[in-house]
């Protein structure tokens, strides 16, 4: 079946930028997302992008998609604390309505 | 809009007890979804809905889990008897699901402790 892998853990400074990275397996992706969850709450969409793009900006965010290596990463520019937050990649197979989330990433961000 | 609607907030119960989690989704989505998110990992699907009918309940431990949406709205999740293990939080999700990007929007969650 899919399977989607992140790294667990991520620390940086207010100010800097943030590099969320993100592997799938299905080929067949044809969305891929990225949602944010804070503590207590549900997901929330950030971004998506569609495969057949390999970057999409949207003001601070921008997504790059190298699917040759099924490799997805989120760039956060100037982090801020408020930016601090666990981040999922998650992506849709063509054809039928199944998204899978990864493992998430949690972002903290360091005054 | 009030979003997706979830209830209760916060649920403990004792091992084999029965439990009951409550979704109403976005007005107009067709599609549901329940997923169980486990601490320090990802959701997991339970199960989807497409209006009223379950299209993929692979993942639903169909001896203790049960499901339902009636009018292809609202939808009920139901675990008895709960164990242990089932303690997560559950989230329920709906979609305007077509030929473009599948958007998910999310309720709040519904957390689980099981004593």
């Known amino acids: 079946g899919e399977d989607v892998e992140q790294s667990l853990f991520l620390s940086v400074r207010e100010g800097d930028s943030s590099v969320i990275n993100c592997t799938y397996t299905d080929s067949s992706s044809t969305y891929l997302y990225w949602y944010k969850q804070e503590p207590g709450a549900g997901l929330q969409l950030l971004t998506y992008i569609f495969s057949n793009m390999d970057m999409k900006q949207d003001q601070r965010l921008t997504v790059l998609l190298n699917k040759k290596d099924k490799h997805l990463s989120l760039r956060i520019a100037d982090t801020q604390t408020g930016d601090s937050a666990i981040y999922f990649c998650a992506d849709h197979s063509g054809g039928y309505q199944k998204v899978t989330f990864g493992t998430g990433t949690k972002l903290q961000v360091i005054p | 809009e009030a979003g997706v609607v979830q209830s209760p907030r916060y649920k403990i119960i004792e091992k084999k007890q029965p439990v009951a989690f409550w979704c109403n989704p976005i007005?107009?989505?067709?599609?549901l979804y329940w997923y169980r998110q486990n601490l320090g990992q990802g959701p997991e699907l339970l199960i989807r809905?497409?209006?009223?009918?379950?299209?993929?309940d692979s993942q639903l431990p169909k001896d203790r889990f049960s499901a339902e949406r009636l009018k292809g709205v609202d939808s009920t999740l139901k675990i008895q008897p709960a164990e242990l293990g089932d303690s997560a939080v559950y989230l329920c999700?709906?979609?305007?699901?077509?030929?473009?990007?599948?958007?998910?929007?999310f309720g709040a969650g519904s957390r689980l402790t099981v004593l």
């Open positions: 007005s107009g989505h067709n599609t």
């Open positions: 999700a709906s979609s305007l699901s077509g030929t473009g990007a599948n958007v998910l929007t």
């Open positions: 809905y497409e209006n009223e009918e379950a299209v993929d």
